[in-house]
């Protein structure tokens, strides 16, 4: 097993330049002055396709095609951010795209995926999802594009943490902590080859929901573990039932890891929306219940990072979002 390094994720972000947006980073004042300290977002929330997972794929594809290795036929599975990752990046690369998925996609994040151009197949499980695509895989002319656990996608998804850390620097500013959503835990590692690299001083931290806390499991018990029911939990992007063993490898050299129940995504979903006034996904504005929990143990003022990883919410998702109406209280702090 190799892992991928800082500058596997420097190599990326050269071979996706012009390919990807450079997306901003944002800040509430009014939070700000809640909590006691500095919280800065990563709004890959703007990226093109809503998702930071376009990075990953864009740097897996452009890595083929310039090795002379990429197959007329494309694979993949996901939950829904990476399908619509693939479907762009392959169609901009003139290759047709297939994607495997579950049934209980969300609605808004399988319409994408059509109107990329893939073709999109849907089982009831994810476990199920995942054999078909590496049955597929196994076939002529075709590769799979993984969604978390191969070294092109860490280091692709890495350069998001390693473009906004470029663009603190360039305002003079040094966070203390990095925070990032994890699922299948490409984000969360990609941060940590960054952040080791340019600020090694920073604390990187993962969170997850309670609801599907695998990598939490994985962490506690020193060996991967996988959920054995699909998780029930509004951090869709978030519901994967296991990690791989590179971002396991990598999860182990975080320096803490949170989970969040589903009232404090619900909760942070609605007030990050507010505050920032973007539209950005469950699945990582669960983060904040880190944030909050890693702030409270602090004695002196922070700066923190927090990687917004997508925009893509359904109108189901936003129905059970709010559900109970949050913004009438202040953010539990």
Not at 63 to 86: C, F, T
């Amino acid at each position: 097993m190799i892992l991928p390094t800082f500058f596997d994720v420097q190599s990326a972000q050269q071979r996706i330049a012009g390919k990807v947006d450079t997306t901003p980073i944002v800040t509430s004042n009014l939070l700000n002055d809640w909590l006691g300290h500095t919280v800065l977002f990563k709004a890959e929330c703007l990226q093109k396709t809503g998702a930071f997972k376009l990075r990953g794929a864009t740097n897996f594809i452009q890595r083929a095609l310039a090795e002379e290795r990429l197959p007329d036929y494309i694979v993949a599975n996901s939950s829904g951010n990476h399908a619509q990752a693939v479907a762009y990046a392959g169609a901009q690369a003139g290759r047709d795209v297939t994607i495997f998925s579950t049934e209980n996609i969300s609605a808004v994040k399988a319409q994408g995926t059509i109107e990329y151009g893939a073709d999109l197949r849907l089982f009831p499980t994810r476990l199920e999802a995942d054999d078909a695509v590496k049955a597929a895989a196994i076939e002529d002319n075709v590769i799979w594009i993984p969604p978390f656990n191969h070294a092109d996608i860490i280091s692709g998804q890495g350069t998001a943490t390693l473009e906004a850390l470029q663009q603190c620097r360039a305002q003079d500013i040094t966070p203390n902590a990095v925070f990032a959503p994890c699922g299948g835990g490409g984000l969360v590692s990609g941060a940590l080859l960054a952040t080791r690299e340019l600020v090694p001083k920073a604390q990187v931290i993962g969170v997850e929901p309670q609801n599907a806390n695998d990598a939490s499991i994985s962490l506690q018990q020193g060996v991967i573990h996988t959920l054995t029911t699909p998780p029930d939990t509004l951090a869709d992007g978030a519901a994967t039932p296991a990690v791989g063993d590179l971002t396991f490898a990598l999860l182990q050299e975080l320096d803490g890891f949170y989970e969040a129940s589903e009232t404090h995504i619900a909760y942070w979903t609605q007030w990050l929306q507010h505050l920032l006034k973007l539209h950005i996904e469950p699945t990582c504005c669960m983060t904040m219940a880190g944030v909050v929990g890693w702030l409270a143990e602090q004695t002196s003022p922070q700066t923190v990072l927090v990687m917004l990883s997508g925009g893509n919410i359904s109108a189901q998702s936003m129905q059970k979002i709010y559900a109970v109406d949050y913004l009438t209280q202040t953010p539990c702090l």
